[in-house]
C-alpha cells in the first residue's frame, strides 16, 4: 500500500502560545499517524540545511519578494540593500532560519495516504491573512505581508509541513537523523480504510 | 528570581492514549493551565525499560499490588482464586506487573516534562482519579477513559489501560526522568509561555 510521510514542525510561536495540542488534535482528527515526535531547539546548521541552498531556489524567493515590493511600491535597495534576487534570497533564507531556530520547536512525523497534501491542507496558505479559516493559520494568525515587509522577517506562519514526498524524506532525514521509525495501529484506522475495508459488524449477519 | 513552586513534572501518554489519537488533547489541556513544554519525545518502549520503571523485586512493593487487587474484588477470595489463578497476594502482585509491563510497552508512548507553579499537583488534577468510573468530569480520565480494574481481569489483561501515567513527586520525577530519557534528556525549558506573562512581577 502507498503511503507518504510529512514532517510538521510547530514553530516557536506556536509553542510559546500553547498551540501544540490543537495543532496535533487537527493531525490526528483527520486520520494521520504520528511516528515520531521530539521537542528540539534546532541549531543553525540544522536550520541552514532545512533550506535549500540552490541559486534557483534563493533566486525564486528573491524574485517573489522583488514582486511583491513592486507592487506595494517599496524600493528593494532602499529596504534591503540591494535589488539583486539571489543575494534577497540569501537575506530571507536567513531571516527563515533565524525564526526557526529562536526557541525550541516540536518536530512531528506524520504517515499516511497522501501525508503531505493532506498536512497542507490542514495548515493552509504561506501567508496567514490568506489562509483559509478552518486551516490552521487561518485560525490562529493574522500575519501579512505589510507586516513582515516592514519589520524584515519572514511570516510568523506557527507551523511547516513539507512541500512534497521527496522534500519530506529529505527532511526527515535532517531532523530525525537515525532514529527508529514507530510502527503501530491507529484504533481510527480500522474503519477508515487504511488497509482494508470496513468489516461487517458480526452480529448483524446472525 | 527562584521559586521553589516551580516544578517539573514527568509525563507519559501510554500506548492507549497515542493509539486513540488522544495526544493533541492531552497536550492542550496542559497548555490551556499555563504549563510549559520542557522536553518531549516520542518513543517504543522495550519490556525491560518498562519494567525497570518499577520496583520489581520488592517484594512489599508487589504484595501491595497484591492488595490492591482484593480491594478491587471486595476481598472475594472465590472470585479472586477464579479469575487469577491464586489468593497468594505477591503471586497477584507479579502477575499485576506482568501485565503492566505488557501494556506500557504494547505501542509508542510520549515521554514529556512540564514545567509550571505546583505542576506536580496541577497534572495530577488533570488527570483525574485512576479508576475512570471515579475520576471527576473535565479530567482526562473523567472524559476519555473506561477501562476498569474488572474489565481488564476479565478481558484476560489483568492491568487496566489509563491513558496517562504521572511522577508522584519531584523526587519520583527526577528518577523517572532519568529513566525513560536516559541520555536524550534535553531540557529546553529556558523560553516564556505567554500565559507566563505578568506571573513574576507586581501589578502595576
Redesign the interface.
Known amino acids: 500500500m502507498k503511503t507518504e510521510r510529512t514532517l510538521i514542525i510547530c514553530k516557536?510561536d506556536a509553542?510559546?502560545?500553547?498551540?501544540?495540542?490543537?495543532?496535533?488534535?487537527?493531525?490526528?482528527?483527520v486520520g494521520l499517524k504520528?511516528?515520531?515526535?521530539?521537542?528540539?531547539?534546532a541549531t543553525e546548521d540544522m536550520g541552514q540545511n532545512h533550506y535549500p541552498t540552490s541559486d534557483e531556489w534563493l533566486s525564486k524567493v528573491g524574485n517573489r519578494t522583488l514582486s511583491e515590493y513592486k507592487e506595494k511600491g517599496i524600493d528593494p535597495i532602499v529596504r534591503l540593500g540591494t535589488d539583486d534576487a539571489i543575494e534577497i534570497g540569501k537575506m530571507i533564507k536567513q531571516w527563515n532560519v533565524d525564526y526557526l531556530t529562536i526557541?525550541?520547536v516540536?518536530a512531528m512525523i506524520w504517515e499516511g495516504p497522501s501525508a503531505v497534501g493532506i498536512g497542507r491542507k490542514l495548515i493552509g496558505e504561506t501567508v496567514p491573512f490568506k489562509a483559509a479559516p478552518g486551516t490552521i493559520r487561518g485560525d490562529f494568525s493574522w500575519d501579512n505581508a505589510d507586516l513582515a515587509n516592514a519589520q524584515n522577517r519572514p511570516f510568523y506562519n506557527l507551523i511547516h509541513g513539507s512541500g512534497d514526498p521527496a522534500e519530506a524524506e529529505l527532511e526527515i532525514e535532517l531532523w530525525f537523523e537515525g532514529q527508529?521509525v514507530?510502527d503501530?495501529?491507529?484504533?481510527?484506522h480500522a474503519v477508515m480504510g487504511y488497509t482494508s475495508k470496513i468489516q461487517r459488524n458480526p452480529k448483524l449477519s446472525e | 528570581m527562584k521559586l521553589n513552586s516551580i516544578e517539573k513534572t514527568f509525563v507519559i501518554i501510554k500506548?492507549d492514549g497515542?493509539?486513540?489519537?488522544?495526544?493533541?488533547?492531552?497536550?492542550?489541556?496542559?497548555?490551556?493551565t499555563?504549563l510549559k513544554?520542557?522536553?518531549?519525545?516520542?518513543?517504543?518502549p522495550t519490556e525491560d525499560m518498562v519494567k525497570g520503571n518499577y520496583p520489581a523485586e520488592d517484594i512489599e512493593w508487589l504484595t501491595k499490588m497484591g492488595e490492591k487487587t482484593y480491594v478491587n474484588y471486595d476481598n472475594n477470595l472465590e472470585e479472586i482464586k477464579r479469575d487469577l489463578g491464586t489468593i497468594d497476594k505477591l503471586e497477584i502482585g507479579k502477575k499485576v506487573l506482568d501485565s503492566l509491563v505488557k501494556y506500557v510497552s504494547s505501542?509508542?508512548v510520549?515521554l514529556m516534562v512540564w514545567e509550571g507553579n505546583h505542576s506536580t499537583a496541577t497534572i495530577r488534577k488533570l488527570a483525574g482519579a485512576t479508576d475512570p468510573t471515579k475520576a471527576e468530569l473535565g479530567s482526562i480520565r473523567g472524559d476519555y477513559g473506561f477501562d476498569t480494574p474488572m474489565l481488564a481481569v476479565k478481558s484476560g489483561r489483568i492491568a487496566f489501560q489509563t491513558i496517562v501515567h504521572i511522577s508522584e513527586s519531584q523526587d519520583a520525577a527526577q528518577k523517572e526522568i532519568a529513566h525513560w530519557f536516559g541520555d536524550k534528556y534535553?531540557d529546553?525549558g529556558n523560553?516564556?509561555?505567554?500565559?507566563y506573562t505578568g506571573s513574576f512581577e507586581a501589578f502595576n
Open positions: 516557536h509553542v510559546a502560545r500553547g498551540l501544540s495540542g490543537e495543532i496535533i488534535q487537527r493531525f490526528e482528527r504520528l511516528i515520531a515526535m521530539e521537542f528540539i531547539a526557541g525550541p516540536l527508529e514507530i503501530y495501529d491507529l484504533y481510527s | 500506548p497515542v493509539k486513540r489519537g488522544l495526544v493533541g488533547k492531552i497536550f492542550s489541556r496542559f497548555e490551556q499555563g513544554l520542557v522536553s518531549c519525545r516520542m518513543i517504543k505501542g509508542p510520549i534535553k529546553l523560553y516564556s509561555r505567554i500565559d
